[in-house]
């Protein structure tokens, strides 16, 4: 069965700083990547999400993640994170027409 | 509607009772979903409604849990004598037919049991 690894729980960055939430997926066939955010106090939403082709995915918010299938990664980056980027944020990879979520990363920007 | 709506958005309730959960899939959305976010533990799948079809319920966690999905819309989670692990927010999303990648989420009911 598929299952998702977040290694990092929590993070704290400055305003400016680089960001790269580690992710890594078990299964060896054709996969689903995603990545959702839940802002305090707001609905999870999808983030971006990787299906085939370019491994370099661009999402909202500047954020991109890109798919390398040698080391069953799809890490989540943003060149230079902004106060609100401050949320919890899901790896997941679809098995069987549901989502398998990581245990999530909080992140905390400080101004 | 607009987009996926739970109901109540908050649920105290004493050890022992039995609670119900409400969902409100987009319309024509024929997928449904349920995950539990506990503390510590991320999101974990509870149960998948699809269409007329058997629904998937191996992510519930005991016999205490069932859900059930009326006229292909509305879903209801029955949490049945209510144990202090199961607090956490129950979350529903919806999809269309066999686009389980593409879920939308509603905006979660926050459990406690006291």
């Known amino acids: 069965a598929q299952s998702v690894s977040q290694h990092n729980h929590h993070v704290i960055l400055s305003e400016a700083a680089s960001l790269e939430l580690g992710c890594n997926y078990s299964?060896?066939?054709?996969?689903?990547l995603f990545w959702y955010v839940q802002y305090p106090g707001q609905h999870l939403q999808l983030l971006l999400k990787?299906?085939?082709?370019?491994?370099l995915v661009k999402g909202i918010k500047g954020f991109e993640a890109e798919f390398i299938k040698s080391k069953f990664s799809f890490n989540l980056r943003k060149p230079s994170v902004q106060w609100s980027d401050t949320a919890e944020y899901f790896c997941?990879?679809?098995?069987?027409?549901?989502?398998?979520f990581g245990t999530g990363t909080r992140l905390l920007v400080s101004p | 509607g607009a987009g996926v709506s739970q109901s109540p958005s908050n649920k105290v309730t004493e050890k022992g009772k039995d609670v119900e959960l409400r969902c409100d899939p987009i319309?024509?959305?024929?997928?449904l979903y349920w995950y539990r976010q506990s503390l510590g533990q991320g999101l974990e799948f509870l149960i998948y409604?699809?269409?007329?079809?058997?629904?998937?319920k191996s992510g519930l966690p005991s016999d205490r849990f069932s859900a059930e999905r009326t006229g292909g819309s509305v879903s209801t989670l029955t949490i049945q004598r209510t144990q202090q692990e199961d607090s956490a927010v129950y979350l529903c999303a919806s999809s269309l037919m066999g686009r389980g990648y593409e879920q939308y989420f509603g905006p979660g009911t926050r459990l406690t049991v006291t």
């Open positions: 990787y299906f085939s082709g370019d491994p």
């Open positions: 997941a990879v679809v098995g069987f027409q549901k989502l398998v």
């Open positions: 409604f699809q269409g007329n079809s058997a629904p998937d």
């Open positions: 299964y060896g066939g054709t996969v689903n």
């Open positions: 319309s024509g959305h024929t997928a």
